[in-house]
C-alpha cells in the first residue's frame, strides 16, 4: 500500500469540490491496520457488504450475513468472514486470492460504520480471509435507524428470483421508494470500496428505463466513491428489502454531473451522480427480515 491515502482521482474531485485540505486532514483517521475498537465493531455485526468485480471487470455489492462473530479480526492485519455468496450473487466468482475488495460494516440502529480495504489472502468453501490495507470510520449521516430482533434468524443462502438487463416494474418502484442502499466503485490499483448512501425516500430517481440519478450530499470529503468513479465509471448498487429480506443488486457506468441545472431539483444535492444500468439481480431470502424502522436520519434534507 502507497503512504498517500488518496489517489489521483480522489485528489482531483476534492480540489474540484474545494476541500482539498480538509480532505488531508481528515486523512489521518486512515488506518493501514485494525485498530482494536474496529475489531470489536466487527465482531458485533451480522451483515456486511462487499465490493468486489468480475473478470469483465463489472463492479458489485453483495450482502453476506450471519449470527455476531462471522465477520471478525484475526489480527491487526487481516479479518476474517465466515459467510458465502447467495446462489447467483456475482460474488461467488469474484472471490478469489489477490482479488480487492471493499468490505462494510454498517449498525443501522447505532448509525456507525466501518469500512475495511484491502486484499484477499485465501478463500474456502464457506468465506474468505482478507488482509486490510485501508481502514477507516464514516460519520453517521443519513444513515436511517433501524433494528433488527435479536432473535432474528440469519438469512439463509438466498434465492435467485431474476438476472436480467432490465428492471420489472415491482423492482423500480423498490429503487424510488428506497432511503438507503450501498454503492461499489473500484481503483484499478487501489482496489475496491463499498459506501453507504442515504436520503428521504425518492432520493433516487430515474431518468429513464435504464438511468438513475442520485444527489451526492455533504460527506467526509475524502470522495473515496467519486474518486473511483473519475478513475473507473464501472459501479455496482445494492438495495435491500428491509422487510421481506431481499436484496437487489445493480451494475453499470456512473458518472458524476456537477452542473445539474437541467436535472429535476434535489434538495441539498452537492452533486449528482448518475448509473446506466447494465444488469440487475434480485435475491430472496438474502439478508435478515422484519427490521424495525425507528426514525430518519436529522441529516436528510428536508
Known amino acids: 500500500m502507497t503512504s498517500e491515502p488518496f489517489h489521483d482521482g480522489e485528489i482531483a474531485v476534492q480540489t474540484r469540490a474545494g476541500v482539498r485540505t480538509m480532505a488531508e486532514k481528515v486523512s489521518h483517521g486512515i488506518h493501514p491496520d485494525i485498530p482494536l475498537v474496529v475489531q470489536a465493531f466487527l465482531r458485533e455485526q451480522r451483515m456486511v457488504v462487499v465490493a468486489s468485480a468480475d473478470r469483465r ?4 455489492a453483495s450482502l453476506l450475513c450471519g449470527r455476531r462473530g462471522f465477520a471478525r479480526a484475526v489480527d491487526e492485519l487481516t479479518m476474517r468472514v465466515d459467510a458465502a455468496p447467495a446462489a447467483g450473487d456475482p460474488l461467488a466468482d469474484t472471490l478469489r486470492p489477490g482479488a480487492g475488495l471493499g468490505l462494510l460494516a454498517i449498525d443501522f440502529a447505532t448509525r ?3 469500512r475495511v480495504n484491502g486484499v484477499v489472502e485465501s478463500v474456502a468453501e464457506r468465506g474468505f480471509v482478507l488482509r486490510a490495507e485501508q481502514v477507516f470510520g464514516n460519520c453517521p449521516k443519513y444513515i436511517q435507524r433501524r433494528e433488527l430482533p435479536d432473535n432474528a434468524i440469519p438469512a439463509s443462502r438466498g434465492r435467485l428470483i431474476s438476472d436480467a438487463a432490465q428492471l420489472s416494474p415491482a423492482q423500480r418502484a ?4 428506497a432511503d438507503t442502499f450501498v454503492i461499489a466503485s473500484l481503483h484499478p490499483e487501489r482496489g475496491a470500496d463499498a459506501s453507504h ?7 433516487v ?3 429513464d428505463g435504464d438511468t438513475i440519478v442520485w444527489p451526492d450530499y455533504a460527506g467526509n470529503m475524502m470522495f473515496q466513491t467519486l474518486g473511483n468513479l473519475t478513475v473507473n465509471p464501472a459501479a455496482g448498487l445494492l438495495f435491500l428489502d428491509f422487510s421481506a429480506g431481499s436484496t437487489l443488486q445493480l451494475t453499470g457506468t ?4 456537477w452542473d445539474f441545472k ?3 431539483a434535489f434538495a441539498g444535492a452537492e452533486r449528482l451522480v448518475e448509473l446506466h444500468l447494465e444488469r440487475a439481480i434480485e435475491i430472496a431470502d438474502n ?3 422484519n427490521w424495525q424502522f425507528l426514525e430518519p436520519s436529522p441529516f436528510n434534507p428536508r
Not at 174 to 177: K, L, N
Not at 197 to 203: I, S, T
Not at 254 to 257: D, E, L, R, S, T
Open 57 to 60: 471487470g463489472a463492479v458489485w
Open 174 to 177: 423498490w429503487i424510488e421508494s
Open 112 to 114: 456507525h460504520r466501518m
Open 262 to 264: 437541467e436535472q429535476p
Open 254 to 257: 456512473a458518472k458524476i454531473v
Open 205 to 207: 430517481r430515474f431518468i
Open 287 to 289: 439478508c435478515p427480515a
Open 197 to 203: 448512501r442515504g436520503g428521504n425516500p425518492g432520493f
